[in-house]
């Protein structure tokens, strides 16, 4: 199973880091988006109310314990299009289709067969199971970025963190939910003997999927 391209969203204006930031670490106020990016917080601002402008991001006013409310920026519906989506209509459209043809239980023996696929993709590129645990969710942490995810591994205590900062079958797992389900079973079986837990999820409001994995 050969890898596919690398996923590197297009960055090369002001205005793209800016969504981008927004898009990986939640959103943030001109300030703080100011420092990340090195820009100035007036220049930022002008990106600011053009992406808004533009229907890209949105804002609000945040409470803080002393002073005025924060104006904080985050990503619209219409901005996340812009990152990558897996074919979403076609995907949704095959699942209802399949659905159709052979009902649940013919749907989910599909979704194991897809699993099991990407189970021996990953082994092929992951190091070995005796190998430091840091070692090989940092390997998977690249072969999800490299199939869209933007993905990126942490330290967490005696674990670490999978962050997914994007889901691009996002569309297919809200008619498929057993996509999500099988990706704890995907990550188990590729690493060895280690616990996950997913600590976030997009299905569920949140603005990402997060898993923590420890050793067993």
């Known amino acids: 199973m050969h890898p596919r391209p690398a996923y590197d969203p297009p960055v090369t204006t002001t205005k793209d880091r800016i969504l981008l930031e927004l898009k990986t670490r939640g959103k943030k106020d001109a300030a703080a988006l100011a420092r990340r990016l090195e820009v100035t917080t007036v220049a930022i601002r002008q990106h600011l109310a053009a992406l808004e402008a533009a229907g890209l991001v949105t804002a609000t006013d945040e409470r803080r314990p002393v002073g005025r409310p924060a104006r904080m920026f985050d990503l619209t519906d219409a901005a996340a299009k812009r990152f990558p989506q897996g074919y979403a209509d076609l ?93 704890e079973e995907l990550f188990r079986g590729s690493l060895g003997r280690v616990r996950i837990e997913r600590t976030e999820h ?15």
Do not use: W
């Open 91 to 183: 995907a949704v459209d095959m699942i209802d289709s399949v659905r159709a043809a052979f009902g649940d239980e013919g749907l989910s023996r599909l979704v194991e067969e897809r699993t099991q696929r990407q189970l021996r993709g990953y082994r092929e590129r992951l190091p070995a199971p005796s190998s430091p645990l840091g070692q090989r969710v940092a390997a998977l942490a690249r072969i999800r970025r490299d199939e869209g995810y933007m993905a990126e591994s942490r330290k967490d205590g005696d674990g670490y963190l999978l962050i997914e900062n994007h889901c691009p079958i996002c569309a297919a797992a809200q008619v498929c939910t057993r996509l999500c389900d099988g990706e």
């Open 202 to 216: 997009l299905l569920d409001g949140a603005r990402r999927c997060v898993y923590r994995i420890s050793p067993s």
